[in-house]
């Protein structure tokens, strides 16, 4: 078997479905679909998932007043979990794909005390799975997130990295494997490893979601075409606490 690197993993994926070698696992397909419909679950306001989050007042909020967010749409919920099965056939394709090695998936990495699950190792290189429209795909294909990241993944990516060096191989970049919810158009988008102070951020998000108040909005409103009139940005029309 050649030894491959996760730089040709996405013909090599093609290939694997083009010659009929991919198998999926249906069980596992059929629990984790179980598993994610229940998404009315809470947990702790801090996570690593929340470790990019530019918006303290949000996190604030999720702590300490989480029972005024707003009721997720039947809608969202569908897009969730569709989000949820493109990342277990992106992976299952990835792990039928000779040559290449998936590992740790889901697993559970800790960072100074705060928990969460890795989308998965690609042949050593820590790996997390994107499905984005047609326009969302442009920040991938051009390595754009570094100027343009509203929903902060690449910090996401960066504490997840940290948390994960006792298992990786590639210890100094991780990867998104992005797909095109519209086309199904695979890209990889390779970030290098950050010097971020840890200890030192999650120690001031402690602080801040401890507050007996909210902090100051991290994003304001803006205009809505000539009219004079105002509206949500984007970062918070998205949000479940505007």
Not at 27 to 45: Q, V
Not at 115 to 127: A, F, M, S
Not at 164 to 172: A, F, G, L, T, W
Request: proline content about 4%; aromatic content about 6%.
């Amino acid at each position: 078997m050649d030894n491959k690197t996760i730089q040709t993993l996405i013909p090599d994926m093609y290939k694997a479905l083009e010659e009929g070698k991919v198998k999926i696992d249906s069980d596992r397909l059929a629990r984790m679909i179980t598993a994610r419909l229940d998404y009315n679950k809470t947990g702790p306001a801090l996570r690593m998932s929340t470790l990019g989050e530019k918006c303290e007042r949000k996190l604030w909020y999720k702590h300490n007043t989480p029972e005024k967010a707003e009721a997720l749409s039947g809608k969202t919920l569908l897009n969730f979990l569709k989000g949820d099965l493109w990342e277990e056939i992106i992976l299952s394709i990835a792990e039928a794909t000779p040559g290449h090695k998936v590992e740790h998936r889901q697993k559970e990495v800790e960072l100074e005390g705060v928990t969460g699950h890795i989308d998965g190792v690609i042949d050593g290189c820590l790996t997390d799975i994107k499905s984005a429209s047609e326009r969302g795909m442009e920040k991938f294909k051009k390595h754009n997130l570094e100027q343009d990241d509203p929903f902060g993944y690449v910090n996401q990516l960066q504490g997840y990295l940290e948390a994960s060096q006792d298992i990786v191989e590639v210890k100094k970049e991780a990867a998104f494997l992005a797909v095109d919810k519209s086309n199904s158009a695979l890209v990889l988008d390779k970030y290098k490893k950050k010097t971020i102070d840890w200890k030192a951020l999650i120690s001031r998000l402690r602080a801040i979601i401890a507050e007996p108040n909210p902090p100051p909005r991290h994003y304001q409103d803006v205009p809505e075409g000539k009219s004079g009139n105002r509206k949500l940005c984007m970062e918070c029309s998205y949000c479940v606490y505007k």
